[in-house]
Nanobody
Framework: QVRLVESGGGFVQTGGSLRLSCAAS????????MGWYRQAPGKQRELVAF???????NYAESVKGRFTISRDVPKNTVHLQMNSLEPEDTAVYYC????????????????????WGQGTQVTVSS
C-alpha cells in the first residue's frame, strides 16, 4: 500500500557528491518519519539519517556535516544530499518510512510499520 522507489545512486570518487531521492506512492494520506539506512557488505543495516513530518532531523555521527536530509511533505518525497563522500560510505542505501496512513480499499489504515524501498547502490572509490 506504500511503495518506495529510490533513485540517484551511482559511482563517485572520494570527495565527490551524490543526491539520493525517494518517492512514496500509493493512496497515502500521511507519512511519519522518513529516512535513509545503508548496508555495506558483511555489515548490518544502519541508520544514516531521518526526518520527521515536522522536519526535525537526526544523523548518524559518521555522516554529520557531510550529509543533509530533506523532505517534501505534500509530495511524499525524501532526499539525501551526500557530500565529501568517502570509501566507507559505500553501501546499498535504503529509503525508509516509519509509520504511514493510507487507504486500503475503502478503509483507512494507520500503521507504525517500517516500509522499505528496494535500495540503491552507492560506490565511492579511493
Amino acid at each position: 500500500q506504500v511503495r518506495l522507489v529510490e533513485s540517484g545512486g551511482g559511482f563517485v570518487q572520494t570527495g565527490g557528491s551524490l543526491r539520493l531521492s525517494c518517492a512514496a506512492s500509493g493512496r497515502i494520506l500521511s507519512l511519519n518519519d522518513m529516512g535513509w539506512y545503508r548496508q555495506a557488505p558483511g555489515k548490518q543495516r544502519e541508520l544514516v539519517a531521518f526526518i520527521t513530518s515536522g522536519y526535525v532531523t537526526n544523523y548518524a555521527e559518521s555522516v554529520k556535516g557531510r550529509f543533509t536530509i530533506s523532505r517534501d511533505v505534500p509530495k511524499n518525497t525524501v532526499h539525501l544530499q551526500m557530500n565529501s563522500l568517502e570509501p566507507e560510505d559505500t553501501a546499498v542505501y535504503y529509503c525508509n518510512v516509519k509509520g504511514a496512513t493510507y487507504y486500503s480499499g475503502d478503509n483507512i489504515v494507520a500503521d507504525g510499520e517500517n516500509h522499505w524501498g528496494q535500495g540503491t547502490q552507492v560506490t565511492v572509490s579511493s
